[in-house]
């Protein structure tokens, strides 16, 4: 027979009832109770009531089947007189006394009970025959059975039930952390875990040498006497990897494989040439000598043997000094690659690289192996030269002056000089206007090829320089040139067929010389007129018909970018993109508006391309750029 010990109640009279917090309120997990004969009372302070009712509970996980229990409860004879037992939430039940004893009794197997909520089995009934503390006791011999045997109990709230020590120990001492250890009911499922140090590996649990389990985590069943488990751990064996830099520098001893904590002894030997400088681990040094003696970690380790050679110099000196910059000077060893790079000024372009006053590279980026000795450098940057290209819309209606080979930051002036019965309307450049002044003065910074755009005097001049940029699938932005003094303008727009709108939108008074349309769609012809309103209430003639026709759906626009240039624009049979030399590699594709490609080309190296336009039927075609971080598109026309 399972025995329980220490079952303790803590009965409180306050007020006007005397409440015994849980009496037996337990909870159960299907585990036997063994203990000794041991049994410990708990006494509080009540106060002198003189008929006293205590209600005796039973309630918790596990009581859902009880078919016997067996109370044998010791109270004070000189405080209380025992009056009876009334019976409450069970029927059957007996309570008998014997001097100072209380025998509570009941047994059903046939019809078992459910107390897994909190019930009361009855009143122990008593009148106080003495003032001060009273103590209850619940004596060994006491048992709760259900249908499989006793039910172990654990009365919170003061009840108590004997339990055993379960330890853990580590061997070594130091090779894990172990968790559950504690005092347990025999027969009670318990979860003990290995967690090993750093270095460790878990091997197995064991009970007086006799292995229990492998597994690092396991649930054991306590016995009925204090147990001591061992969990036994190993020492992990880690690679020692030796290296040497450079590779030529020297020869190492003492690669292997070592166990944890295990004193470990490297050797580094220098070639003939070098010297040994020091070891390192993670790029950290850690020794300056070469015989280095540590302890292994518990990691694999690579160490460093790292030997010095002697370091040659080469220098660099830019001409002129304005006209850039350089990378790549330093101090090298022998027969190690160096790379030197050129970086232009704003408004130079590099020229080529000088070694001893012979020409060695035209390339920005010149490598070369480094020699036994040092290394004197120039790097040649000419500054740029622009090509200003002067045009006319109408060779009869005038002339303009001042185009011509400038260099960079140079002023320029250009001049129009219309023919009788003509006037200057403006100056425009990538079809846009560039200024109105017949004289007009600027720095040249760049190739250019600026048009001077005439008309014959009227008194209402027609616009004239149609011109649509900013292409995307569903917008573009419509430019047109008129002379200065212009109030405003009326727009007609639609889409067309083959040579005429379809449909038709008027946009009146607008008062600037371009209008952004946004509500276009992909892959779609259109075409524009453009009117002016003069003084005294004229209205011109609607201009020439200018069409376009919008990108096809996927091809992305990116605003213009300042440091791309896509020349001449127009173009005719031959067109130059420059892009940044940061932005290698790169991907170039030209598609026409159908999106049919006529170019593609990475590029790697060159950051200036010069492509053939001789086959390119005059249209609107698409650049597109494409590089790691960006992506570039800009529309360009070719004209014939």
């Not at 011999?141 to 039910?151: A, I, Q, R, T």
């Not at 950051?607 to 053939?612: K, R």
């Amino acid at each position: 027979m399972y025995l329980m010990n220490r079952l303790i109640v803590k009965w409180l009279i306050l007020g006007f009832i005397l409440m015994a917090g849980q009496l037996c309120h337990a909870q159960f997990d299907a585990l036997p109770v063994m203990g000794s004969n041991t049994a410990v009372a708990s006494t509080l302070v009540t106060e002198d009531i003189q008929n006293v009712q205590i209600p005796l509970k039973m309630g918790g996980p596990g009581f859902n089947a009880v078919s016997q229990f067996y109370f044998l409860i010791q109270y004070d004879a000189a405080f209380l007189q025992f009056d009876g037992f009334q019976p409450a939430g069970i029927s059957g039940i007996s309570a008998t006394t014997n001097a100072n004893y209380i025998y509570i009794n009941w047994s059903n197997p046939s019809s078992t009970i459910n107390c897994t909520s909190t019930t009361v089995l009855g009143y122990l009934t008593f009148t106080r025959i003495g003032t001060g503390n009273v103590p209850l006791t619940f004596l060994h011999g006491s048992y709760v059975k259900g249908l499989e045997g006793n039910l172990a109990v654990d009365f919170v709230n003061g009840m108590l039930v004997q339990t055993y020590e379960l330890s853990l120990e580590a061997v070594p001492s130091d090779a894990g952390v172990l968790s559950g250890a504690g005092s347990y009911f025999p027969g009670q499922s318990v979860t003990v875990q290995a967690i090993p140090a750093e270095g460790f590996s878990f091997i197995n649990w064991t009970y007086n040498g006799n292995q229990v389990s492998n597994n690092a985590v396991f649930s054991y069943i306590m016995p009925d006497h204090h147990t001591l488990l061992q969990a036994n751990f190993m020492r992990n064996s880690y690679l020692l990897t030796l290296h040497t830099d450079p590779s030529e520098g020297g020869t190492v001893t003492g690669s292997g494989v070592y166990t944890y904590g295990q004193s470990v002894t490297v050797q580094a030997d220098p070639s003939t040439g070098y010297e040994f400088v020091h070891w390192l681990s993670n790029g950290q040094i850690v020794s300056d000598d070469t015989v280095y003696t540590f302890t292994m970690p518990a990691e694999n380790l690579d160490l460093w043997a790292v030997f010095d050679q002697i370091a040659y110099a080469v220098t660099i000196d830019v001409i002129p000094a304005e006209g850039g910059t350089t990378t790549g000077a330093g101090n090298y060893f022998y027969n190690t690659p160096v790379q030197l790079k050129a970086y232009p000024a704003e408004g130079y372009h590099f020229g080529a690289w000088y070694f001893n006053g012979a020409l060695v590279s035209t390339n920005e980026n010149y490598y070369f192996d480094m020699p036994a000795a040092p290394v004197q450098m120039m790097a040649h940057f000419d500054q740029n030269i622009y090509q200003i290209e002067l045009t006319v819309n109408d060779t009869l209606a005038g002339k303009a002056i001042g185009g011509g080979s400038y260099h960079h930051n140079s002023p320029v002036t250009i001049k129009a000089k219309a023919n009788d019965s003509y006037q200057f309307v403006a100056w425009i450049t990538d079809g846009l206007v560039f200024s109105y002044e017949a004289t007009y003065s600027f720095l040249a910074t760049r190739d250019q090829s600026i048009e001077a755009v005439f008309q014959q005097i009227q008194d209402c001049p027609v616009p004239l320089a149609l011109f649509v940029n900013e292409i995307g699938e569903n917008k573009a932005r419509l430019h047109w040139v008129s002379p200065e003094h212009i109030e405003s303008w009326d727009l007609l727009w639609g889409k067309m067929d083959t040579d005429s709108l379809i449909t038709t939108f008027l946009v009146e008074a607008i008062d600037t010389n371009m209008l952004l349309l946004d509500t276009l769609s992909p892959l779609t012809q259109y075409g524009f007129y453009v009117r002016a309103h003069c003084q005294d209430g004229m209205v011109s003639d609607w201009s020439e018909l200018s069409r376009f026709t919008t990108y096809n759906v996927g091809v992305a626009v990116t605003e213009d970018a300042q440091t791309v240039r896509i020349y001449p624009q127009p173009a005719s049979d031959r067109l130059t993109i420059q892009i940044p030399g940061s932005w290698l590699p790169a991907v170039i594709h030209i598609f026409d508006m159908h999106g049919k490609q006529y170019y593609t080309f990475q590029s790697s190296e060159h950051s200036e391309l010069s492509i053939d336009l001789n086959s390119y039927p005059p249209a609107m075609y698409v650049v597109r750029i494409i590089t790691a971080e960006r992506f570039y598109a800009k529309p360009m026309i070719v004209v014939r």
